[in-house]
């Protein structure tokens, strides 16, 4: 079984910072992207950010300039440092990966977090 444990969110004022950690657990052999999502009860769960696991990193357009997706493949572990928050980065956030569970066969399969709450507010 594959694991993914969130942790990092909270509450923070507009303007503020908050850095959200994923860790990925359990028996695998590898995982190749990584990523994060965030969902609203008004709107579908869309991309934040995603690492591959080599290669350009890629952000939504809302995000840019203000978060930095990051890794850590020697503990599983993927990053998000979240900057100039706005009070419309208010969301759930998960976690997502692409793992692969044995060396004898190449399929991938999307595993999640359980979600950590964001909330932007003065």
């Known amino acids: 079984q594959v694991e993914l444990v969130e942790s990092g969110g909270g509450l923070v004022q507009p303007g503020g910072s908050l850095r959200l950690s994923c860790a990925a657990s359990g028996s695998f052999f590898s995982i190749n992207a990584m990523g994060w999502y965030r969902q609203t009860p008004e709107k579908q769960r869309e991309l934040v950010a995603v690492?591959?696991?080599?290669?350009?990193?890629n952000y939504a357009d809302s995000v840019k300039g203000r978060f930095t997706i990051s890794r850590d493949n020697a503990k599983n572990t993927v990053y998000l440092q979240m900057n100039s928050l706005k009070p419309e980065d208010t969301a759930v956030y998960y976690c997502?990966?692409?793992?692969?569970?044995?060396?004898?066969?190449?399929?991938?399969?999307?595993?999640w977090g359980q979600g950590t709450q964001v909330t932007v507010s003065s």
């Open positions: 997502n990966a692409q793992v692969r569970r044995t060396p004898w066969i190449v399929r991938y399969a999307d595993y």
């Open positions: 690492i591959p696991s080599g290669g350009n990193t």
